[in-house]
């Protein structure tokens, strides 16, 4: 009689694992079905919700973030499995640093036990071939944070199937700035470069002065090859959980033209029909999109 | 009890709205029940909040009371091809009724305390349409302009317009520094049109004079910050560049490149309706909408 109790664990576990295995048979066919039309090139996602998460189930504060991860981890495989080339995800804005001491070190903790979990053999990085990237103001976090990040960043930097890019201590108002400083500073090095090698100025020299003042002005590409975002193209697509409709500073100037999507579920509850509608919309408006992008 | 009341209303509402709506949009009943059931909402949810703030938690005063109104909407009016399509008609049809909804959605705006409006009228990337288009819109521009100078004059509004002005006509530069000029010293409403406008054109020119100031010395590249910044985006001629409230019409989830630094804290609301439908009653549901919003800003309530 004893051992019936262990029997049944032993056949649920056999069921799970057999319903496992239809359903991921059937999303695969699903997916397949989609692929039949555009599939967006570059996804982004706001993880919004976990505080409100935890405070629905009555879980204690930090387990709000803990389950967002894991729904995080869920979403990363639909994608690879769709062939979505570049995730984006919001994990921490400049802002959240004004946030409680105690949870901004919780914060921080959970994202040091996460990122040092990357580098592990059996992580989900080596099993898709995922490179990673992290955008942000990486000065501003404490030194394990930002020497585990480096450390991913150079661990995974061979692989090229799937790009992941994680914003950690992340404004948009910030990358902005820092790409219009660059710029600036780059724009001063090359006039004083020029500057020590001087030419004489006869007709035929018109038309190089011309384009060296052209050089000396600051156009769009130099902004744009100064951005830390210039790796990944355009997001396609900004899923915001939650159902608040903001940007809250993230790729404000990525985002110019891409669909917005904001599913009432909290970041944790999302699952795979939000990801599966938010690529029908995008199918639905591809072709309009195409054509002015061909106009232009 | 007051709860109660407005699940009552809510109710009414829902059965007088579901018909109303299959009803033909000629009907405009300017102050209708509807409206009056909506603006009852608008203060019961407001007074339901401040019970709730004193019953909190933690007890601390949550400031959202105080933030009721946003103080600068901005608006993208999509849909007026497809509005005109519709009905059969011409899209500079389409473009005329959408300019006649403008005025009136501005006067109603204005009306209930909202302190800056901005039009996304046209984008950079509009210039791509068919000529005839770009030509009727020009020229709706002009004429509006000159009809609705002594409506401006008459209700104090200051009018801005920002983007580019190098490609537009004479007679239209003309005119658009003629409004300016007669009403820049009107402060508390303003209307701020941005025509041949681009969110990274605006970015982008920022970036230059605050790269030519760096070059001349004027400042050094240190000293760039958000501050710096937003003294030279053309938003700058407002008291309040930031909208608190983008509304985009005719569905479309996208913000096409109108305010991107701008909108970094803005709430975003995408009505279904096409611009020229986009009325009163819309309006009040837009701000019924905004003021349950929670802002944080990113930091906890």
């Known amino acids: ?30 997916f397949r079905v989609i692929s039949m039309g555009p599939i967006p090139n570059h996804l982004a996602f706001i993880m919004d919700g976990n505080r409100r998460y935890a405070k629905k189930c009555g879980l204690e504060e930090g387990s709000g973030h803990k389950a967002g991860f894991s729904a995080l981890m869920l979403m990363l495989q639909y994608c690879y ?55 942000g103001n990486l000065a501003l976090l404490n030194d394990q944070v930002r020497a585990a990040a480096e450390k991913v960043m ?42 020590s090698c001087k030419h004489e100025d006869t007709d035929s020299d018109i038309e190089a002065k011309d384009m060296e003042n052209q050089e000396k002005k600051i156009q769009l590409v130099d902004i744009e090859e100064n ?30 033209n891409s669909q917005l999507c904001s599913p009432a579920a909290l970041w944790p509850e999302i699952g795979l029909r939000h990801l599966v509608w938010a690529i029908l919309n995008f199918q639905r408006s591809h072709s309009y999109l195409e054509k002015r992008k061909k106009q232009l | 009890m007051l709860s109660l009341f407005s699940v009552v209303f809510t109710f009414l509402a829902l059965f007088l ?17 509807e409206n009056i059931i909506r603006f009852f909402k608008i203060t019961a949810s407001k007074y339901d909040d401040e019970r709730n703030d004193e019953r909190g938690p933690m007890g601390e005063k949550k400031k959202r009371a105080k933030n009721r109104m946003p103080k600068h909407v901005a608006v993208i009016l999509d849909g007026n091809r497809r509005w005109a399509e519709k ?43 068919p000529e005839d288009e770009v030509k009727c819109l020009m020229a709706l521009f002009e004429k509006h302009f000159k009809s609705e100078m002594p409506y401006f004059q008459r209700d104090k509004i200051r009018i801005s317009v920002i983007g580019n002005r190098s490609k537009i006509s004479r007679s239209l530069l003309g005119l658009i520094e003629e409004v300016e000029e007669a009403t820049k010293s009107y402060e508390g409403k303003q209307l701020i049109i941005a025509i041949d406008y681009s969110g990274r054109f605006d970015i982008l020119q920022a970036c ?94």
Not at chain 1, 230 to 255: C, H, K, M, Y
Not at chain 2, 229 to 249: A, G, V
Not at chain 2, 251 to 257: A, L, M, P, V
Request: hydrophobic content about 40%; aromatic content about 10%; glycine content about 6%.
């Open chain 2, 87 to 129: 009905r059969g008609l011409g899209t500079s049809d389409g473009h005329e009724a959408g300019a006649k909804r403008l005025m009136e959605n501005a006067k109603d705006c204005f009306a209930m305390g909202t302190n800056t409006i901005s039009l996304f009228a046209f984008s950079t990337e509009n210039w791509e349409r």
């Open chain 1, 81 to 135: 499995e769709l062939g979505i080339q570049y995730v984006t995800i919001y994990a921490f804005s400049i802002d959240n640093f004004r946030r409680q001491p105690e949870e901004v070190q919780s914060l921080m903790d959970l994202m040091l036990e996460k990122i040092k979990s990357l580098l592990e053999k059996e992580s989900i990085v080596h099993q898709y071939g995922i490179r990673v990237y992290f955008i």
């Open chain 2, 17 to 33: 709205l579901i018909p109303g709506l299959f009803i033909s949009r000629r009907l405009r009943v300017p102050f209708s029940l």
């Open chain 2, 208 to 301: 230059k004079n605050l790269a030519m100031k760096v070059k001349d010395g004027l400042i050094q590249v240190e000293d760039i910050d958000e501050k710096a910044m937003e003294n030279e985006l053309m938003t700058k001629c407002s008291e309040f560049p930031n909208p608190d409230l983008l509304i985009r019409t005719s569905g479309e989830q996208r913000i096409s490149n109108f305010f991107l630094w701008q909108s970094a804290y803005t709430e975003l609301y995408f009505p279904n309706v096409l611009w020229p439908d986009f009325g009163e009653a819309e309006y009040l549901e837009a701000l019924t909408w905004y003021q349950q919003r929670q802002r944080r800003f990113g930091k906890r309530v």
């Open chain 1, 154 to 195: 150079k661990a995974t930097a061979k692989n090229s199937r799937v790009v992941l890019l994680i914003c950690i201590a992340y404004n948009s108002t910030d990358e902005i700035l820092q790409a219009v400083k660059k710029s600036c500073i780059n724009k001063l090095d090359n006039i004083e470069a020029s500057g």
């Open chain 1, 227 to 256: 951005m830390q975002m210039s790796v990944a193209p355009n997001p396609d697509i900004l899923i915001r959980s939650s159902g608040e409709t903001r940007l809250s500073n993230f790729l404000l100037w990525q985002t110019g």
């Open chain 1, 1 to 30: 009689m004893a051992e019936l109790p262990g029997q049944i664990q032993r056949m649920n576990g056999g069921i799970n694992q057999l319903l496992e295995q239809i359903f991921g048979f059937s999303r695969r066919c699903l």
